[in-house]
């Protein structure tokens, strides 16, 4: 069976960081773009198709939470994984209370980030697969065929 890579959108302001998690995840067969802050991360999803964003909470200029609701509002089908390295959780279940998917602390297993990448990929795929169906409904019943 053929892997099709998912699009990940790497977002943290830790460009070591971004850098090292972008390099294992492309060993493992995924497509990742990189940015640096919540402003490029919105600029590149204008642009590229992405299926997840993984997306730091704590930056600087805009914060994690804001760049999760612009995402949600602007690209609803993309799903988010939000990682914190602050070891609290209640930002990230705030985030997940505005749409994102899941959240993972710093320093995350990989293990637990392919499972999460995974699983946010599948429900992304199966929202689209219901959005062309209901789509497709549609075309029919313009056509008169239904």
Known sequence: MIKIPTNIMLVDDEKDFVEMLAMRLEEAGEKVVPAYDGHMCLDILEKEPVDVVILDIKMPGMDGITTLRKIKLLHPLVEVILLTGHGTTETAIEGMK????????KPADFKDLKD????????KDAQDERIRKAEARQLLRKGGNI
């Open 98 to 105: 505005l749409g994102a998917f899941d959240y993972l602390l």
């Open 116 to 123: 999460k990448l995974a699983g946010a990929k599948k429900k």
